[in-house]
């Protein structure tokens, strides 16, 4: 018994096709639900999008916590980066030629990835862990989903120019990466041991992938995306920090605030900070 | 294994990772604030770094706590008071690194006008420091300061790892008094290594201008092996003069800590 895993399968109280489930079908199905709920009832209901991620986050801990029982001692970092590394160029591709069906897209093209990768440390590198390829598969997909779950909860939307211009050219990319990527590898690294237990594992995953929920909110009281509703309201499940701009956008009418919105954006664009009048 | 023990055990993912989390957090947190709330600069970064601290202090309890219950069959209790002790000092650390990686990162986007935003640039910052905080400062203060019992220059075998040192000069040792003993050695050493580091990348470009021409841009590449190349040297000369003056150089012992 060594101190980096059993060096066998792991003990499951959960099954983990239940958690593949969990993770797959929650996470997809919560990233639309939360990109439709946003064009119909309003920009407040991006956060959907964010308990999406979590769902992929629990289900990525849980596929680390497996393949990593072989005894990936210091190796747990290095899986979670590169689940989220094939993640981040999964969604650039698959958002970008997606449109519509951009998240299933970067999903199978995760699972293709991590299909090829696990298939190549096994084969070539010969690490000889026999769950190696689908592991890799699980990882590559849940990183995936955590990526594009929380773009979504950041912008209300996962069509390839918004996410490019306000999550990618605004570095909120690297945010998204290390804390979903921290999520899925900490709750396995954190628990490690002789005695770790999955409920232990998966309630830490739960935990920091509300975290990276938190982290979300915060980076969406900047995407002025959809004016559909005040700021007042979009900000609501958040509630982060109350603001000068928040009172301000109250007094103001609409039209000033979709006005702000735009000006807001081209300042961006022009990299300037500061608030600016219409 | 079998030895109970009072060190903090702080793993939250290995140090690069978990200073990009900081200096992510805190970039992205400061970005926001600046531009959506349009925040004074300093009173951002501030508000920026205290978001991740706080984070990183949920990160460093769940890590201890995971840690020590996951060897129940080893005896290793979980202490509360540990945890009340030195989580608020981690996150006192946490916040003075975000702090300074955040004002490093806002100045070069705004006086030198680097092209990336705030958030990409702290996070690279973040991944820096911790590379260079793990590579040079965990041989100053893991190997030296936890492994005090066995020979100098052993080298730290895979069966010794969970034998650390475990009483103070006083009572138990702790995390606190491990810190206190890399503050006079191991921190300045990291400090130098990361702005040596810093300074000599840049100060070949900046010497040997590569806008000026194809050559001036070769000779900064020269410049860049001729540094190398001494570091090498003087760092082996330093290493054989060490283990000559301090203790036997064993090589079938070399593990790599």
Redesign the interface.
């Known amino acids: 018994m060594s ?1 980096g895993g059993s060096g066998g399968g792991a003990a499951e109280a959960i099954p983990q096709n239940k958690l593949i489930a969990f993770g797959a079908a929650g996470g997809l199905i919560a990233i639309y639900l939360s990109y439709f709920m946003v064009q119909f009832a309003g920009p407040a209901f991006s956060f959907i999008g964010a308990l999406g991620a979590i769902c992929a986050i629990v289900w990525g801990a849980a596929a680390v916590r497996r393949v990593a029982n072989y005894g990936l001692g ?1 190796g ?2 290095s899986i ?2 590169l689940a989220l590394g094939m993640g981040v160029v999964a969604t650039i591709f698959g958002l970008a030629i997606g449109g519509i069906a951009g998240p299933v897209v970067a999903f199978v093209t995760a699972m293709v990835i991590g299909l090829v990768i696990g298939a190549l440390a096994n084969r070539i590198i010969g690490m000889g862990i026999p769950i190696m390829e689908q592991s890799m598969t699980e990882i590559a997909g849940a990183g995936t989903l955590a990526i594009v779950g929380l773009s979504t909860a950041m912008t209300g939307t996962f069509m390839f120019d918004v996410i490019l211009t306000e999550v990618i ?7 998204i ?3 979903a ?2 999520a899925i ?3 396995f ?9 999955q409920d ?2 998966l309630s ?1 995953a739960f ?2 992938g509300a ?1 990276a929920m938190v ?1 979300a909110g ?2 969406s ?2 995407q002025p995306v959809h004016p559909l509703l005040p700021q007042s309201l979009s900000d609501w499940p958040y509630g982060m ?1 109350l ?3 928040t009172a301000s956008m109250l007094s103001g009418t609409h039209m000033m605030w979709l006005e702000q919105v735009s000006c ?1 954006r081209k300042r ?1 664009n022009r ?1 300037e ?3 600016c009048c219409p | ?1 079998m030895y109970p023990h009072r060190i903090f055990n702080k ?4 140090e690069p ?2 200073n ?2 900081l200096a ?2 805190g ?3 400061a ?8 925040m004074s600069v300093v009173f951002a970064i501030a508000v920026g770094a205290l ?1 991740a601290a706080g ?1 990183h202090g ?2 460093c309890t ?2 201890y706590l ?2 020590s ?6 005896r290793q209790p979980i202490y509360l008071d540990m945890v009340r002790s030195h989580v608020p000092v981690m996150m006192g650390f946490a916040y003075i690194t975000t702090f300074c990686i955040l004002v490093v990162s806002y100045l070069m ?1 705004s006086v030198l006008g680097h092209p ?9 910052w973040g991944i820096t420091v911790g590379a260079i905080g793990s590579s040079t400062g965990d041989v100053h203060y893991g190997a030296e300061r936890e492994f005090q019992n066995v020979e100098f220059g052993s080298g730290l075998n895979a069966a010794n ?2 034998n650390i040192v475990r009483k103070a000069e006083c009572g138990l040792r702790n995390g606190i008094d491990n810190s206190w003993f890399c503050a006079k050695f191991g921190g300045p050493v990291t400090g130098l290594a990361f702005g040596m580091t810093v300074f000599l990348s840049g100060w070949i470009t900046t010497i040997f201008d590569p806008s000026m021409g194809a050559n001036i841009g070769w000779l900064s590449i020269v410049a860049g092996l001729a540094i190398i190349l001494i570091l090498i040297l003087w760092n082996r000369r330093l290493e054989v003069f060490a283990r000559n003056q301090y203790g036997p150089y064993k090589e079938d012992e070399e593990v790599t800590a």
Do not use: C
Not at chain 1, 169 to 175: D, N, S
Not at chain 2, 11 to 14: E, H, Q
Not at chain 2, 116 to 124: E, K, M, Q, S
């Open positions: 101190a210091t747990v970092p979670g980066m050219a605004t570095g909120y990319i690297a945010l990466f290390i804390v990527g921290i590898l900490h709750p690294n954190a628990n490690l041991g002789p005695d770790e237990k232990r594992t830490t935990e920091k975290i982290m915060i980076v009281q900047f920090f603001s000068a701009s807001q961006r990299n900070h500061g608030t | 294994m793993a939250i993912s290995g990772p978990s990009a989390l992510a957090v970039g992205a947190s970005s926001v604030l600046m531009s959506a709330y349009s978001i984070i949920t990160y769940t890590a995971g840690r219950a996951s060897q129940k069959r080893f986007t990336f935003p705030l958030t990409l640039l702290a996070f690279i790892s969970g």
